[in-house]
């Protein structure tokens, strides 16, 4: 993504993962890696990045943090950075656990970020901070508990991976609640763009909720911004959460804060040009470097 050598471009992946709850999940895990490698994705953004809670505790050189709980052998973010490594592709790992998960797992967003230039880089992007947002704080095991996690590009501005709420649940308006700390986030930082990549649980065709509220109040969807697109549903129909639905929906996005160039919008692992690895398919967006 280096401007001043190489392909003056940022790739962005959002995946939510479904990790370990996935019919031959090391299968899986590899062909996510292989196209982040492929591809030399920047920046990947995981939600339901998950740990068995009662598993073997190992910290890989690779995992940055900033988790509050010990990190499993088993974490899907360091375990997905190694398959990478295995690839040729070197990341590091961030990780932030976000509540209990499926009864046995500990739920969480992360971020891998690539260390290993391309041909043509005189350097990979570089994290100067890492930010943990709590958007919702409720006891750990429940599932209203949210939390985002940020880095800041050197030369280039924030990355979050964000898991929210559904617009309401039982007369609770909890999607709004959890965008003001975004939008809190933002506007602390007025001169930089803050990318927002994420399972947002609000489709893109419903008016009058979460996606026409973040529209309105100017985030960007990459979609739009495109010249071109491919894709559009990213979940096919009935999942956990979204047990009720019939049809495809486009409920995972990469938002920004203000103008950028987008050269590509692609919607991966569908199971046409790469197999299905979750219940959602990725995102994957191609940026110009500022």
Known sequence: MNPRGGDPAVKVLSLNAHSWCEEDQSAKIMVTARLIVTEGVDVVAVQEANQLQDGV??????????????VGADNYVQVLAEACAHLGGEYRCYWAEAHQGFGKYDEGVGLLVRTKPTAGESAAPAVTEVRRLVLAD?????????????????GWGWVLSGHFSWWTAAG???????WQVIEDFARSYPDELVCVAGDLNNPATVRGEGYSMIRDLGWLDTRDLAPRSQGHDTIAGSIVGWEEARVGARIDYVLVNRPVAVRAHRVVFTGREEPVVSDHYGVLVQMEAR
Do not use: H
């Open 57 to 70: 505790a190992w910290r890989s050189a690779r995992f940055q943090g900033p988790s509050a709980l010990p």
């Open 138 to 154: 409720y006891p750990y095991v429940d599932v209203r508990r949210r939390v985002a996690l940020a880095v800041r590009i050197l």
């Open 172 to 178: 609770e308006d909890l999607f709004r609640r959890e």
